[in-house]
Structures are given as structure tokens and as C-alpha cells.
């Protein structure tokens, strides 16, 4: 009778080592994909951060322009420096973005990294546990007090 809960109790833990390896695993499909997504959203806010400051700059730069032309100055090195100011902002600006984006991508796959790590130690904790009871199973069931 020992013998028959021993296998019993195997192909519970069995079972539910296989249950505990599923939804581990699903658990870090579930999270990859809310990456993908964080990234998709952290990449269309910076798109549109980019188009923003290009808008202004054009409006600067159109209002140097205006500016200018109503002072009889277009084209003089004052106009061209003005210009070349806003230019460079908005360059200074669209690196600083792109930074940003690298850092905020480079952390969400550190992060995606240690959830894997933690989802596989899970599933190696399981497989040890299972392991650790089919051998108390053979050890135990074939001796006599």
C-alpha cells in the first residue's frame, strides 16, 4: 500500500510540477509581450515629442524670417546666425530624445531578463522538488522496519 501512495504522491507532484512549469511560462510570455508594448509606446511618444519641437522650430524659424524680411535684413549674417541657433536646439533636442529611448529600451530588457532568470530558477525549484520526492519514493518504499 506504501507503494502505491508513493507513486501516487510522484504523479501529483508530477502533475503539478508540470502546472507550476505552464504558468511560469505563460507568466513570462505575458510579460514580453507587455514590453513590446511598453516599447511601442515609449517609441510613438517620442515620435511625436520630435514632430512637436520640428513644428516650433519651423514656426521660429519662419518668424526669424518675417522678422527679417520686415527689417530689411533677410539673408544678413544676423538672420542666418538666428536660424542656425534654432537648428542646432532642435538637434540638441532630437539626441536627447534618442538617449532617452535607449535607456528607457535597455531597462525594459534588463527587466525582461530577470523575469526570465526568475521564471527559469521557478522551474528549476519545481523539477528539484519532483526529483527530490521520486527519490524519497524508491528510497523509502523498499525497506522494512
Known amino acids: ?21 505552464d504558468q ?3 507568466a ?8 513590446k508594448l511598453q516599447d511601442a509606446k515609449n517609441a ?17 524659424r519662419a518668424q526669424v524670417e518675417q522678422g527679417a524680411s520686415n527689417a530689411g535684413t533677410s539673408g544678413s549674417s544676423a538672420a542666418i546666425q538666428a536660424q542656425g541657433a534654432l537648428n542646432q536646439g532642435v538637434a540638441k533636442q532630437a539626441s536627447a530624445q534618442a538617449t532617452q529611448n535607449q535607456f528607457v529600451q535597455a531597462q525594459s530588457g534588463l527587466a525582461q531578463k530577470a523575469a526570465d532568470a526568475g521564471a527559469k530558477a521557478q522551474t ?22
Open 28 to 35: 513570462a510570455d505575458a510579460q514580453e509581450e507587455q514590453k
Open 44 to 60: 510613438a511618444a517620442s515620435a511625436g515629442k520630435s514632430r512637436e519641437a520640428v513644428r516650433e522650430e519651423r514656426i521660429k
Open 24 to 26: 511560469s511560462n505563460k
Open 1 to 21: 500500500m506504501a507503494v502505491g501512495a508513493a507513486i501516487a504522491s510522484a504523479v501529483i507532484g508530477a502533475a503539478t510540477a508540470a502546472y507550476t512549469i
Open 124 to 145: 528549476a525549484q519545481v523539477i528539484g522538488s519532483l526529483a527530490q520526492s521520486a527519490t524519497g519514493m524508491f528510497t523509502t518504499g523498499g525497506t522494512k522496519k
